[in-house]
């Protein structure tokens, strides 16, 4: 049966639950396309700040942290489509889009430095990929997803395949493991298969101005503000009722908690909707410091994960949340930021790359024992980060195992430990002993128990679909909802949903725009052809 849509979308009230960019680019949507009043709109979000895993934040005194920086490309047709009428923080006369591409054109993603062994850069030429390596990939990419449920990398693969550079590359760049799901990496093969030959260089990359909580999640929400719509911070939906029937499913009542612990029920009458992030990449995430480690938390603490269990018992269409979420020991790894008051590690490390700061992108020391990589963006990376701070991220995806200088496991270690690590790795102990000395470093660490929650291994139908059957008043929306083709671990991913959540329960002119689709472009198969066989 097609699904009514909405017919008086002037009057419509929706409640988004979460603020990251799949809400964010819902509120832009219904405005935009539907017709919705954006004083209608309400998002609710349990933290004290919007934005989701897009943050970004702090000052030269006490450090600065973003959790990640995001790679984006040219093919994200649903994120840039998004950021092509929003006015850029710097210059409202600019596209958020305009600004990055610009940008992006100017910084050009070229890294000559991406892995390195002993301190040396290891030469790619060559991805390392047997035969019999080639042929798995290029089959992988041709299997019917299907038949992959419930598959592990390494079930696909062979062991000798994980020590190729091919490999390295290819889980330091999306935070891939052996045991990551292998339909997630059928889908990026096909998806990015155009970037491929570029890889070592991260050729094709694309970068904001400055990190995304500034670049992109504040001016999201100066244009939603500006138009009416309501941000209801530190207020978490613990519940939600809905009426269940064989072919009708309607979302009646939101149960919330603000900051205060004051409990509100909110009645969702015949013409309101609720779009729902289920599940989160960043919950629970905990921050360490220069003397501290961060804290490993769990699920206890949880709005995205615990609403989703809660909402996942009344119907079997609402997906399974503890296959990405019951197995932390998989799925957490660390990151952390470094602040200088100096501009010694950046210079160095300009010479040593040959990369200007901003155009290396991830530089990977291949025998750290925490596979820890580095990238240093475009300075300044804050729009409060005066000329002479400098900024860099990084991060391992092995923090239980103990570091070949410090030994310690990473998840032990506070910022100080992490960078002498890091110094070692880079052979610039002595260099960086004065600065470090001298006071001029901080390293601010952060736990992310479920980052690469979103590549666990699953089955169709673990993931609900964005718009489940009979779903008369609700979407799910972000990582943990269904979009067939495309990628998690991508914005492109979440506004996608969006697209696929607005234009399904509203009238519009507007449909969800195609993934690209160079998987069929025979130009394109025969360059990825040939890089893997080099
Ligand atoms: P989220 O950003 O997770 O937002 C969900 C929001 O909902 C959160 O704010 C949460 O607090 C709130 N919420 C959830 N449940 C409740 C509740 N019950 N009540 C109230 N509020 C609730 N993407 C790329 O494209 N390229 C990259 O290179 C890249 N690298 C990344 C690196 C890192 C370290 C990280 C963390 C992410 C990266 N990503 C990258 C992924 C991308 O940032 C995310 O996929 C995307 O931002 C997710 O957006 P979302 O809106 O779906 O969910």
């Known amino acids: 049966m097609p699904r009514r849509k909405c017919s008086n979308p002037k009057e419509a009230k929706v409640y988004l639950v979460g603020s990251g960019i799949a809400s964010l680019a819902s509120a832009v949507y219904l405005i935009r396309d539907a017709g919705v009043s954006g004083e209608n709109i309400h ?7 919007a934005g989701g895993a897009l943050d970004g934040g702090g000052d030269p005194e006490s450090g600065f942290v973003i959790r990640g920086g995001r790679m984006h ?9 998004l950021l092509s009428h929003i006015p850029s923080y710097d210059d409202p006369a600019v596209s958020v889009k305009d600004e990055s591409f610009e940008f992006s054109s100017r910084y050009v993603s070229h890294a000559q430095a991406r892995l390195l062994r002993g301190g040396k850069r290891i030469d790619l030429f060559s991805f390392g990929l047997s035969l019999k390596d080639q042929a798995d990939l ?9 038949s992959l449920d ?22 330091t760049m999306f935070a891939f493991q052996k045991w990551s799901s292998v339909a997630a990496m059928r889908r990026y093969m096909r998806r990015f298969i155009h970037l491929l ?20 999640v504040i001016p999201l929400q100066r244009y939603l503000q500006q138009r009416g ?6 207020t978490r939906v613990v519940d939600i009722d809905f009426a269940l029937s064989a072919d009708r499913k309607t979302a009646t009542a939101l149960h919330t908690v603000d900051g205060n612990g004051v409990e509100q029920a909110i009645a969702l009458g015949s013409n309101a909707y609720v779009f729902i992030t289920n599940g989160s990449i960043t919950e629970s995430s905990d921050r360490g410091s220069w003397t501290e480690p961060p804290r490993l938390k769990d699920k206890s603490i949880s709005g ?16 399974n949340p503890g296959v990405f979420s019951d197995r932390i020991d998989l799925q957490k790894w660390y990151s952390f930021t470094a602040t200088l008051q100096d501009d010694t590690f950046h210079d160095y490390m300009e010479d040593f790359s040959g990369n200007l700061c901003g155009t290396g992108g991830l530089v990977t020391l291949t025998d750290s024992n925490w596979l820890m990589s580095i990238v240093i963006a475009r300075q300044p990376h804050f729009p409060n980060q005066p000329p002479e701070v400098k900024v860099f991220w990084g991060y391992a995806l092995f923090p239980d195992k103990e570091g070949n200088y410090v030994k310690k496991r990473m998840a032990a270690c506070n910022g100080e430990e992490i960078l002498e690590e890091l110094w070692y790795h880079l052979r610039i102990q002595e ?5 470090v000395a001298a006071g001029k470093v901080n390293c601010i660490p952060v736990a992310m128990p479920f980052i690469d929650s979103l590549f666990m291994p699953c089955a169709k139908g673990d993931r609900p679909d964005v718009l489940p059957a009979g779903a008369t008043n609700f979407a799910f929306l972000g990582q943990f909802a269904e979009v067939p083709d495309d990628c998690v671990f991508t914005v492109e991913y979440s506004v996608r949903c969006a697209q696929t959540a607005v234009y399904g329960l509203f009238d519009t002119d507007r449909e969800v725009l195609p993934v690209y689709d160079s998987i069929y472009k025979p130009a394109v198969l025969i360059k990825a052809l040939k890089a893997i066989a080099r």
């Open 197 to 216: 030959d570029g890889m070592p260089r991260l050729g094709g990359v694309m970068r904001t101005k400055y990190n995304q909580y500034h670049s992109v």
């Open 431 to 435: 260099l960086m002993k004065p600065v």
């Open 150 to 171: 419930n598959l592990r990398i390494q079930d696909w693969f062979g062991e000798e395949f994980f020590d190729t550079n091919f490999w390295t590359l290819w889980s």
């Open 304 to 319: 995205a994960w615990l609403l989703w269990e809660k909402i996942a018992q009344k119907d079997r269409a609402f997906g």
């Open 43 to 49: 998002v609710l979000e349990q933290d004290s700040v």
């Open 138 to 146: 290029l089959k992988l990419s041709l299997n019917a997803e299907k």
């Open 229 to 234: 719509v309501h941000f209801h911070l530190r």
């Open 73 to 81: 490309e040219e093919h994200f047709v649903c994120y840039w489509d």
